[in-house]
């Protein structure tokens, strides 16, 4: 785990709900935080070198633009797994992937805007040497909406 400084805190509570679209974002979200602009600016980067914030950007619902996206599993050859994984992060559409420990021990998500180019996507994945099976599976139903991390308050109730 990675040690945060109270202003590291203080800023990822704040962005996680609140990222301020204005010309100077850093110069609002130190003023909310008490801190400089540079100071916002520089524990920002940090915290981005340092793994903590993987990405800055909107979220969005592909089937309201018009996208199409899937839920993928893969089974996968284990000799072959970080290289299909490689490929699979070369693919502009792939939101990300990640190994499980199973049978079907590599997912990934694809946004793409039509059917045709996920169909081919997925092809491309299938003809990856060493994997055996790709299961997509879209979603019906959204059950997870938002989750937020607390980081300057302790919640008692909470284990």
Request: charge should be negative; charged fraction near 25%; glycine fraction near 6%.
């Amino acid at each position: 785990m990675t040690a945060l400084s109270p202003l590291e805190r203080a800023i990822l509570d704040l962005i996680q709900q609140d990222f301020p679209l204005e010309a100077d974002p850093y110069a609002v979200i130190g003023a909310r935080v008490g801190a400089s602009r540079e100071e916002a600016h520089a524990a920002v980067g940090r915290l981005r070198a340092a793994g903590v914030i993987r990405r800055i950007g909107g979220s969005y619902v592909p089937r309201k633009l018009g996208y199409h996206s899937v839920l993928a599993a893969a089974r996968v050859h284990p000799d072959v797994l970080p290289a299909v994984a490689a490929r699979l992060t070369e693919i502009p559409e792939v939101t990300h992937n990640y190994e499980r420990e199973d049978a079907y021990n590599l997912w990934f998500t694809v946004i793409a805007e039509t059917d045709a180019r996920l169909e081919a996507i997925l092809a491309v994945v299938r003809g990856c040497a060493g994997v055996e099976a790709v299961y997509a599976l879209p979603a019906t139903r959204t059950f997870k909406l938002k989750v937020d991390f607390r980081f300057t308050q302790e919640d008692a109730d909470v284990e």
